[in-house]
């Protein structure tokens, strides 16, 4: 298999004769941390291409571009049926009148042309239509297999000129892909792997095991879950550059819930013995393995704080299920959860803010939020059964998995939706399977 990252040249242009305007003067801008953010009305035309280009990515990629905007929910794509000029390229002044009266408030223009070698050259402009002024412009070159990145990377552009926070389009999510019978125990779990958009989807494993919770190294090269392969669930590391898979470590009882540490150096698991499970950290260079918690309850799904100084982890030691943190050293445990319900499966934002984390409360399950000190809890979703939190590069939105009811005739299906901050932009993440257990990657590189 290729290298996960694709080798792209970027080259930045500003365009600086055309007027841009700075962001710290900007009049067209989003503020992401209010509740039920009105969209900005946005148009994307269709990119104009050069001779010897395939006019599809004339469409394809500001489709792409468009998509991504539109599943944020902070932005409103405009029907290009309503445009009065529906091409226009990178290097065209926009006639601003004409972008005002269908009620835009920004534009994005395009132009896709190659150069010698045959790679993509695609180049954008975003205009804020009521000021009349460039807010951005770049160019970015491109093997033409990797023409959909360009487009998350220009939606990328575009998110953090308009929010000033960066955008997590150009990523990837790792997840269970679920084929076979109605029953749990007669389901095929696949690892699988797809843009963060649902395209792209691969399947990495064969499916003569099963595997759960898989979790993306920081250098995107690696995945570290737990398999059924030694017939005991086990904690193995897939390289997914050439597709081989590695036992973690010989441990006398199961390993599962594993999880890298934002440096990579560390792997933080679950170790279970004689009906007891503890929480252990191993150096992945030294291959030296320490034991974190010293209790008799059942101590799991553990995750760093991006700082690397503390884990979140969830235990029934209280007497039922809830969240605690702990010094990397396994001291100064404190429990944060206090509400009514069950707490699970903890995950720590990229920007150390908040910790998502699932709930049952009621035989309701709800995807949630809370502070690193357990103030603020807020539940995003409520369903049959939501579980497993995964936060997207930027920390703005997360994805889950999500069991849908079945009836006599129906079976349950297993779907991935994500959700922003607010609660208000959930949206079903469409898969070829059944899909659960995802994994949200960092931006790629």
């Given at each position: 298999m ?11 242009l500003f ?6 305007l700075?962001n710290?003067n900007a ?5 992401i941390t ?18 010897g ?6 469409v ?9 905007l539109?599943?944020s ?5 405009l ?5 009065i000029q529906?091409?226009?390229?990178s290097?065209?002044i ?9 009620d835009a ?5 395009g ?5 010698e ?14 000021s ?15 023409w959909?990145?360009v ?6 552009e ?24 109605r029953?749990?125990k007669?389901?095929v779990?696949?690892?699988a ?6 395209a792209?989807q691969?399947?990495?494993?064969n499916?003569k ?5 898989p979790?993306?190294?920081?250098n995107?090269?690696?995945l570290?879950y737990m ?12 390289d997914?550059?050439t597709?081989?898979?590695?036992l ?8 599962f819930?594993p999880?890298f540490?934002f ?13 007891n499970?503890?929480?252990y950290?191993m150096n992945?260079?030294?291959k030296?393995t ?6 008799l309850?059942?101590d ?10 503390f884990i979140v982890?969830?235990s ?8 605690y943190t702990m010094?990397r050293?396994g001291g ?19 920007r ?10 009621g035989?309701v399950?709800?995807?949630g ?20 939190p995964?936060?997207?590069p930027n920390?703005?939105?997360i994805m889950?998995g999500r069991?849908?009811?079945?009836g006599?005739?129906?079976p ?5 939706y994500s ?9 079903l993440?469409?898969?070829t ?5 995802p994994?949200?990657?960092p931006?790629l590189?």
């Amino acid at each position: 298999m290729k290298k996960f990252s694709p080798t792209i040249l970027i080259f930045i242009l500003f365009f600086v004769g055309f007027g841009f305007l700075p962001n710290a003067n900007a009049v067209l801008k989003v503020d992401i941390t209010k509740g039920n953010v009105d969209p900005i009305p946005v148009a994307i035309t269709e990119f104009t291409f050069e001779s010897g280009v395939n006019p599809e990515f004339g469409v394809d990629i500001p489709d792409v571009i468009q998509n991504n905007l539109q599943s944020s929910g902070l932005f409103e794509p405009l029907n290009r049926n309503a445009f009065i000029q529906r091409k226009q390229g990178s290097a065209d002044i926009p006639t601003f009148a004409n972008w005002r009266q269908i009620d835009a408030q920004a534009l994005v223009t395009g132009t896709v042309s190659s150069d010698e070698s045959g790679r993509l050259l695609v180049s954008f402009r975003l205009w804020d239509v009521l000021s009349e002024r460039q807010y951005a412009g770049k160019s970015f070159t491109v093997d033409i297999k990797n023409w959909r990145r360009v487009a998350h990377l220009i939606s990328d552009e575009i998110y953090k000129r308009l929010t000033g926070e960066d955008g997590y389009f150009d990523s990837r999510v790792v997840y269970v892909a679920e084929t076979g019978g109605r029953a749990r125990k007669e389901k095929v779990k696949r690892l699988a792997i797809m843009d963060q958009d649902g395209a792209n989807q691969q399947f990495l494993t064969n499916g003569k095991s099963l595997v759960l919770t898989p979790r993306f190294s920081p250098n995107l090269q690696r995945l570290i879950y737990m398999s059924y392969t030694a017939k005991i669930p086990s904690v193995y590391i897939y390289d997914i550059e050439t597709g081989k898979q590695q036992l973690l470590g010989s441990f006398a009882g199961m390993s599962f819930a594993p999880r890298f540490s934002f440096d990579g150096n560390y792997v933080v698991m679950s170790i279970a013995q004689g009906g007891n499970s503890e929480i252990y950290e191993m150096n992945l260079n030294t291959k030296q393995t320490k034991r974190l918690t010293q209790d008799l309850a059942i101590d799991t799904s553990p995750s760093y704080s991006p700082d690397g100084q503390f884990i979140v982890f969830n235990s029934d030691r209280g007497g039922s299920q809830q969240i605690y943190t702990m010094r990397r050293d396994g001291g100064g445990v404190k429990r944060i959860s206090f509400g009514d319900g069950k707490y699970g499966t903890p995950v720590w934002s990229p920007r150390g803010d908040l910790i998502a984390f699932t709930k049952m409360r009621g035989g309701v399950f709800h995807i949630g939020v809370m502070r690193p000190d357990g103030s603020g809890e807020s539940l995003l979703t409520e369903s049959y059964l939501d579980e497993g939190p995964t936060w997207s590069p930027n920390g703005r939105v997360i994805m889950f998995g999500r069991q849908v009811k079945g009836g006599r005739d129906v079976p349950s299906r297993n779907n991935l939706y994500s959700i922003d901050l607010t609660g208000y932009n959930e949206r079903l993440i469409k898969t070829t399977t059944e899909a659960s257990d995802p994994a949200w990657s960092p931006r790629l590189k």
